[in-house]
């Protein structure tokens, strides 16, 4: 048997495997390593994002996960940030077909004005107005939003 060993994150409670360096859901670190940008001071989380580890002046903390400066306004909702919005259900049925053939693991979301626009869920409500989102698991966020470059 060749199983992963699973521990449970003290931060999120997500399962990460006894090998990671980082908690893939919230950026919690296991190890000591230093900042990105400055290498004499030690690393406080991993930005869930781009997967670089930054100290206390370059990354925040937003509900318990760790983002860098630059990456720190992403909507994010169990465990997948969102890419793109819309309310065009074709538009958005291409892109996610297109985030698929490139391997990518897209989700989509609707948000809906009958909950003041703070609501999400993963089906359409009949009656109201909604806003497709699309949401991608965090490490594959960056990658997504080069291949929606290329083709919006
Ligand atoms: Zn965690
Ligand atoms: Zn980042
Ligand atoms: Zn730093």
Do not use: W
């Amino acid at each position: 048997m060749d199983e992963d060993n699973l521990l449970t994150c003290e931060v999120c409670n997500n399962s990460v495997k006894d090998d990671d360096d980082f908690c893939p859901y919230c950026g919690t670190l296991f190890i000591e390593i230093f900042c990105d940008n400055h290498n004499e001071i030690l690393a406080d989380g991993v930005c869930i994002i781009c997967q670089i580890a930054f100290c206390k002046k370059c990354c925040v903390r937003i509900n318990n996960r760790f983002v860098c400066n630059q990456h720190s306004n992403y909507e994010i909702y169990e465990g997948t940030a969102k890419v793109y919005e819309t309310v065009d259900e074709t538009d958005v049925l291409y892109l996610k077909n297109c985030l698929e053939q490139n391997g990518l693991h897209p989700v989509l979301l609707y948000r809906h004005s009958l909950y003041g626009g703070s609501g999400f869920s993963y089906a359409v409500i009949k009656g109201t107005e909604s806003e497709i989102i699309v949401m991608v698991p965090f490490q594959e966020v960056l990658k997504a939003e080069e291949v929606l470059k290329s083709i919006i």
